[in-house]
């Protein structure tokens, strides 16, 4: 019988399904490289400072690539500035006009996202885009999505199912596969987790192409965050799934925290700060809500995998405190302060934010940033 995993190797949520391999520029692509995180800029593409901007704020956010609308002529003008400066490689978006796409390829984008629904008699600019997208090393994401979905297949199946979405894709992937491309990423989004979740295993029973995860319009940060975090965990329990981009009605930097968190939380990417906090009850004798606000505040930006417990009663509090990293059991006035375990001292309620915060700089010393370990942030 195998031994169970080390608290520094957490166990693996489910084998990856083994897809076909590409690179998004300098960014692996499949089952072969770690699950990537993307969003998409909401400035103007022809405002190239204003972009550049937001790019290096979704950079800093753990965005790993991004993606640019391409609605006009200008906007393809701006694209080779964009991907020549910008930090994480850029994937033009492009709908309705196919000149756009031979437009990003030049331009040197990393890849090109297409929506076969919407751009004119697509299927015969196949054969070109293609070939452009050969000579240039370019890869192309098929985009297929509910609300724009070819109109052919809403006839057939009176409306945007699973089984429409997946068709139309391999419909488009076959027709690039005549011409000998095979450098796709494919989505199929829908805005009901449920029809996203069946027409991702359609598609993963159906071909072995990388699939970029992804709920449209999931709404507002609250909503679109449960939408997305239900959807992909369900999947990317299947092993489905190869890059992510969490759809929200809020900054694009959101999107990103939300997107790498969601992996973090799962183990799929080597987790930072964590913090792990009690919902409160009428057992707590602090107030769990102000400390675990007040820390996650004082140790914003660390980037050294840390776990911090922050709990609030004597029922769950020890043993929290005792295996996160870092840790305070609170009660009557007073925090019990562990590290490593071990209680190494108690300080008066006013004292556990300044503790706690002094206590995780001294652990984050002797960590790298980005390396699996035990340390996190557990609040309760």
Known sequence: MPAPPSAAEPAALAERRKTRQLMVGPVGVGSDHPISVQSMTTTVTSDVNSTLQQIAELTASGCDIVRVACPTGDDAEALPAIARKSQIPVIADIHFQPKYVFAAIEAGCAAVRVNPGNIKKFDDKVGE??????????????GVNAGSLDKRLLQKHGKATPEALAESALWEASLFAEHDFHDLKISVKHNDPVV?????ELLAESCDYPLHLGVTE?????QGTVKSAVAFGALLRQGIGDTIRVSLSAPPAEEAKVGGQILQSLGLRPRKLEIVSCPSCGRAQVDVYKLADEVTAGLEGMEVPLRVAVMGCVVNGPGEAREADLGVASGNGKGQIFVKGEVIKTVPESKIVETLIDEAMKIAED???GT?????????
């Open 129 to 142: 885009i293609a070939q452009a997208a050969k000579e240039h090393g370019t890869p192309v994401r098929i």
């Open 196 to 200: 996203m979740i069946r027409a991702y």
């Open 218 to 222: 999931a709404g507002p940060a609250f």
């Open 367 to 369: 960590l790298e940033p």
């Open 372 to 380: 699996e370990g035990s340390p996190s942030v557990v609040t309760g």
